[in-house]
């Protein structure tokens, strides 16, 4: 039993990510990525990602010695771009800006998700894997966003709670996986107006 997944990426400044990946690799990912958008999990074969983009299996399965370890990376290289910190010098406009790149980013991948929610939960090593490349690395930028909020003064410290960075992108993933509730952009705005800034805000007199 392999005691990890590969993901290609290493930890950098303050715990981040730093991808890793062959440009090669990552056009495997890359079509791994659309195809999975197209068909779902359950539909994706290595054999049509191979056929896809020109290479073999032996070669694919190198790398990613499982299907699920293949989707687990796409998808966080697909994911990748909404790591960039905005920075409007707003917190307010901050979160807008995660929460709609999350959005879209979940409209996208949903059937991704699904699949690859069900394999975590049966291997520990996906699931390790799924919370220090995804999970940890969304909360460090919801940390770097509320931290400089503070630094500007548009927040206290001591409002600052771990669970609130769940709020933005865990809510909008909860979400779209309910086949009759699929987040807006209202959701983003009432989540942040509503929600996140009134308890980052409450006892001050901004």
Same mark, same amino acid.
């Given at each position: 039993?392999?005691?990890? #997944?590969?993901? /290609?990426?290493?930890?950098? $400044?303050? /715990?981040?990510? $730093?991808?890793?990946?062959?440009?090669?690799?990552?056009?495997?990912?890359?079509?791994?990525?659309?195809?999975?958008?197209?068909?779902?999990?359950?539909?994706?074969?290595? *054999?049509?990602? +191979?056929?896809?983009?020109?290479?073999?299996? +032996?070669? !694919?399965?190198?790398?990613?010695?499982?299907?699920?370890?293949?989707?687990? %990376?796409?998808? =966080?290289?697909?994911?990748?771009?909404?790591? #960039?910190?905005?920075?409007?010098?707003?917190?307010?406009?901050?979160?807008?800006? =995660?929460?709609?790149?999350?959005? +879209? *980013?979940?409209?996208?991948?949903?059937?991704?998700?699904?699949?690859?929610?069900?394999? =975590?939960?049966?291997?520990?090593?996906?699931?390790?894997?799924?919370?220090?490349?995804? &999970? @940890?690395?969304?909360?460090?930028? &919801? @940390? @770097?966003?509320?931290?400089? %909020?503070?630094?500007?003064?548009? !927040?206290?410290? $001591? %409002?600052?709670?771990?669970?609130?960075?769940?709020?933005?992108? /865990?809510?909008?993933?909860?979400?779209?996986?309910?086949?009759?509730?699929?987040?807006? $952009?209202?959701?983003?705005?009432?989540?942040? *107006? @509503?929600? =996140?800034?009134?308890?980052?805000?409450?006892?001050?007199?901004?």
């Amino acid at each position: 039993m392999r005691s990890a #997944v590969s993901t /290609g990426l290493t930890k950098g $400044a303050k /715990g981040r990510r $730093a991808p890793q990946w062959t440009p090669r690799e990552v056009e495997l990912l890359a079509v791994t990525l659309r195809l999975l958008q197209q068909h779902g999990y359950d539909r994706l074969s290595v *054999d049509e990602v +191979a056929a896809e983009s020109k290479a073999s299996k +032996a070669t !694919i399965y190198r790398r990613w010695p499982s299907k699920a370890e293949l989707v687990l %990376a796409a998808f =966080i290289e697909g994911m990748r771009a909404q790591l #960039v910190r905005p920075n409007t010098g707003s917190l307010r406009e901050d979160l807008l800006q =995660i929460g709609t790149n999350a959005l +879209a *980013d979940v409209r996208r991948n949903t059937p991704v998700m699904r699949g690859l929610l069900n394999e =975590i939960a049966r291997n520990p090593a996906l699931t390790k894997a799924f919370r220090t490349e995804f &999970i @940890d690395q969304r909360k460090l930028l &919801i @940390d @770097d966003v509320v931290n400089a %909020a503070v630094e500007r003064g548009e !927040i206290d410290a $001591a %409002a600052v709670n771990e669970e609130l960075w769940d709020l933005l992108p /865990g809510y909008l993933v909860f979400r779209s996986l309910l086949p009759v509730r699929s987040p807006t $952009a209202n959701t983003v705005r009432t989540l942040v *107006d @509503d929600v =996140i800034m009134p308890s980052l805000t409450r006892g001050t007199n901004r």
